[in-house]
């Protein structure tokens, strides 16, 4: 399949130039035009091209690609990164704050779903759009973090707040600067990836729960299902290489 | 002592002014004007405050205030800090990149001099200056890791690199975004406060070493030779809140 | 009432979010949450402060808050005046740009219709939005002097235009710097409430029309028209705070 | 003599380029190169314009010029400034903020020498540069405001500091907004040209004593001492134009 | 007829506020209220002005005026083209990118028709908006140049690409810079005005097409156009002035 | 020889980090390490790269480089072009303004004295920094063609000005946007590559003379005379590739 069409139905898909972001959006770097298999994968890295030319993938989808606020000189990790891509003819797609965002397939809507909550209000705000989901459940928070520890292994935890939850809010990878719009909002649990320092008291004074799946475990729902989608629309064959940072 | 006396030395002292930075530098909420006694702690929370009352101290001096990017409204959290602050006419003093760079007493040339290597390059570019240190070791990674734990406990580290290390960098807090530029200068290990998920590929493709402290971990040794310096200079009674976080 | 009951109101029927502002509109200072009764003024101060005390309201509206462009430290005048605030729970809202340029209880659609003018354009670019409004008379300036100088005692005012006066621009407060634009649009009045010296020879050199009314008094019918929607639509008590400075 | 020779001398005494300033300060209208006589007066218009034409200037030295922020437009006002400027090869030369920041000729340092006192701190930030002065004075209040009227004639004020003043500064012209400033440098008298609304509780809290000399009023002697080094220096014929606008 | 009714039927014909331009667009210079003759001209210079006024039109209408990013001082050249402006009552109204971006008398539009081309596609990305057109030919490269000679004499041109042209991209003046462009939207042929140096690398390494008719040449058909268009709906005499620069 | 000795003896002798421009200048693309010899070209282009191969150059050293204004992504020519350097392992690296605007190997200066005439002053302002040089002849026009002629070959000029020259002023490449300066600088004649449509009415109404060598011919001087510097001081292999475009 010509990489154009693939690169197309992405654009579309995740509606990729609709967003403001540091990530450069959409084809980072291009391959082979003849595209057969696309390997999906949350992160850039020479592991994964590595693992992407080992399965014969032509194109690898992921979410960190390699090109952060533009690149003025191609030296250092950048050059043999791309060495590696432009000898194999392989292409990098990013997908950052789109695949975050997206209502469907996004890391935010999954997670919520995966406890049993229906995305139904937009949270979290980066540069002016919400990336993230909120929506309403019934239970003890004992019961999410089981839940959640059920598909993602271990997970951490603050418990500064109240024991029953009800409004719940999920912003994927690095989401605990959103607290105090969770306070705001009233929110009683704040989902997200990767914990941080300043992050503590500020759980602490504004009494709020936080589970934090890692980095890596929440945002593996969003990538996994945009391979879905894609090896259904578009016929080509897709493969999800599993590289977890353990953060 | 009058604190405009006070906040004059510190600002001096610390060349406040001298830093672009996103944190408010310097005083940044103002109360009685008759200090006895100043606090200090790494973060400002409702638990530092209360403590440095406990003490009967007038005056906090923390490496991260309340103040960052400029406020527009007085709500939420802030709107119960800043009353806690102000009905107890507790100043608030804050030095963030100031404490982190500072030749004698900032946490990057002490933490080198801790492992006995004496900070000689300026190294991690903020904003156009730069807020680290490096220096050189003969040493084993092994031998350094010991060191550090030795005084901060339990450390984490990513070791990509090569055993013997002779450059290192230290970039207190969140410095994990500064391996490409160790890579570049030759370093041999960068010590940092806080990990991060994209550090992970970063550092394994760069074959770079890390030892990371925790965040909080990373910059207790500059508010404490903070405090030593205040208290000698000032002849003012000065106390360590240890309030730590375990990030 | 709950105090996010009627910021709720006051932001969505001022839509204090769709301007573009030095003032921080809306909730600037967060108080106590139960409120029975709404002090209104023009100015936030130490003395509409105690006045709003005084009259038993736990919070305070007015077209001058206290936060512009704003704020990096709670010191000096700012911490005063937040210290009373917050140790009183006295709420601050404030509606500058929103309240001038309101099409129903504005400042300027009001002074238009004192002197029995229907606001019909938009007038008076500001940051891109037009804040005033100017309408259709058939009257000669004398005239209209005289019913402002009914309602709002001795105006000043410059007389370089004709004595017949048909189309009319307001811009309360400051709006002397919009002598050029109501020149371009065919105005033949411009009414505003303070003038400055560079308005002088503008004017002048334009043949234009001035009467200025005072910052104060050009003032006061937004914030009273804003009262008495408030005391209507949330049967809340409200009070007006006649605080004038003669400028 | 020959307008380069002038322009390359005002330029330089007054460090034409050496401030930010929304002014277009230096030569804003080229007109003959041959001047033999220059007038000066606080404000460009077209009286101004008229007047130096009347006294047979060929170019006309203001603080207040025609062009402020740049210009996109030759059209309404500044096509009539221009075409009389043009038509009579008039030079138009402004400096602002440089006439009022100047050590020796400046308006703030001249405005302390009439009342005896010697500029010696630098003054009220601007853009990042400081373009009032301070002064120690060891005087009553009504004491200086009679030296100032017996200059200036009647003069306003608002007296809420103390009777005896010791710290004086000055920023002519509007410089109102400068009163928290004072406070914190310690000013006990702050003297400006034009007063404004926004000023009076600012003053009353902070308990400012302000005295307000009119902004025409204040700015008259830079331009006169501007006036007299010119002659002196350029051996060229000068005239003061004095057109009040008793704001 | 009066200047206003010319100036708002140009500017809303050619939309002329709707573009982020560095020409100020629309009218650049006020002249004469009153208005029998209209000259068109590609470009304002003295000789344009001239010849405006010796055809005895009171306005002349031009693609490139004499203000762009604004202006600071009145000096040099500036001056000397203000001052004829002004003193002949000489109005000038530029439209730069509108009369560019037109679908119907756009200078793009106008090209693509002379060879036969509907104008289907937008292209050539100027600050965000599209300014050329491209459309659909089954033609030889040969036989458009030969067209394109015939009407406009000897062109210039590179071919690095096929013979056969499918899709034909036009951006007037200089366009030289749209070769990647023109490369990813599958141009074949791409005819501007000027060539430069840096497009010829580009333009080989990209095996694109280009037919260059001279900056001059691709800019009258607009200006033209437009004549026509206001000689219709206006009615007032119209003339266009033809001064080519061989450029 | 090492790339990093090759890379910082040109970055300190060219002040490449000096310099604010559209380029990125310094190591474009980083290569083998291990240089032995390095060619030098006008243009970086497949040409350029494909004969610095062929003669087996490990190092490209160009005028015009392939990054401007930084690179969002790796797709279309420079996919093509990066791909052929990364897969070649051949560097690039760029120095553009510190080319034009060097003392002793810059174009302009390298031009001047091909006249004969003494770089003496700065001149062509470029973001803030002078990046061309003038100096003063006694000659006719005629003479100075005849020896730029015998150097370049036919070459293009406007003869606005006088026939005598006297002050001449060089700005290589694209500099027909300097007339203006060059009346204010009281310059007689204006050396440069390129010219363009809108320099023939500005030079024309300023009465200037230009000359231009074509914008390849203007900057061969300074290539030439960095590569006569590299190869003396670090010892390698040096050759020029001559790729004209004739534009």
Redesign the interface.
Known sequence: MDLKLIEGFLDEYLNVHGFTDTS?N?????GSHDVEKIAFAV?????SFTYALECEAEMLVVH?GI?WN????????L?????F???NELSLYAAHIPLDAHPEIGNNAMILRYIGVEPEDRFGDYKGTKIGYAGYANSEFEEILEILEDRFGEVGYMKFGDDYVEKIAVVS??GAGYI?EA??EGVDLLIT??????????A???AMNIIYL???NSETPGVKALMNIAGDKLGVEVEFLDIP?D?
């Open positions: 450069t959409g084809l980072q770097v291009e992160d850039a890295s020479m592991q960190h090109i533009g690149v003025d000189r191609i030296t250092g990790l050059k043999e990164r791309l060495k891509l432009l000898e990878g690095r105090e306070k705001k990836g990767e914990i941080e320092h300043s992050a503590y008291h500020t602490k004074d504004c890692g980095h890596y940072t953060l």
